[in-house]
């Protein structure tokens, strides 16, 4: 079946440096999605992409969808404490159901 | 906007015990409602796919007589938990999509279970 794996899984930075999370599928997707988990709390929708290499920004926040439509990126530039939790990418293919892929956690040391 | 709510927030419960759970979309219909399970420090699962009206359709591995799903009106989906055991301990999460084959997916706040 369809998988879709994050790497890596755990990432450690300190305050203000860039961090990236990397998204593979093993199928064409139709679309990649973003979210972001706090601890003990919900996926909390970021964005969606949908065009081959599409770019997407969001202050601090790059996402970048890849020219096949199997990977994707997401980075963060000049990390804050507030960026702290898993970043999740999750995928959507034929069936439309998400996919979601292994999860990133992001510590942030301040 | 589109905000679903999950009902209760938290349960205890002792083994072999039911436990429903709710999920609502409070200002929008929802003609598809997803229930994932979260293990600790894993990812969301899909457990299945809830459509109004008609049976639920179960993931490869998700027994449907244990995880009772009934989607009766087009804004409230629940998912019951029946004979809960130890390992039935988990965040369950649903999600709402508001019309067929659109792509994005209004995740509820998250019920987590406890089996004792």
């Known amino acids: 079946g369809q998988q879709v794996m994050q790497i890596p899984q755990y990432q450690h930075v300190q305050e203000g440096e860039d961090f990236t999370t990397y998204c593979n599928s093993s199928t064409t997707l139709s679309n990649i999605q973003w979210y972001k988990q706090r601890p003990g709390g919900h996926p909390v929708f970021l964005i969606q992409?949908?065009?081959?290499?599409e770019v997407k920004k969001q202050k601090r926040l790059t996402f970048q969808f890849g020219e096949a439509k199997k990977n994707s990126s997401l980075h963060i530039t000049a990390t804050q404490t507030t960026d702290v939790g898993t970043y999740f990418c999750?995928?959507?293919?034929?069936?439309?159901?998400?996919?979601f892929g292994t999860g990133t956690l992001l510590a942030v040391q301040p | 906007g589109a905000v679903v709510s999950q009902h209760p927030s938290w349960v205890i419960c002792k083994s072999g015990t039911s436990v429903k759970i709710e999920c609502r979309s409070l200002d929008f219909q929802a003609t598809t409602m997803f229930w994932y399970r979260q293990f600790p420090k894993q990812s969301l699962m899909l457990m299945a796919t809830s459509n109004e009206g008609s049976k639920a359709t179960y993931e490869q591995g998700v027994e449907k007589d244990k995880f009772l799903i009934n989607h009766a009106s087009l804004t409230l989906s629940t998912l019951t938990v029946t004979s809960a055991h130890p390992e039935d301990s988990s965040f369950y999460i649903c999600s709402a999509r508001k019309r067929e084959r659109a792509e994005t997916q209004y995740f509820g706040p998250g019920t987590r279970l406890l089996v004792l």
């Open positions: 992409l949908v065009k081959s290499g």
């Open positions: 999750a995928g959507s293919g034929a069936t439309n159901k998400l996919i």
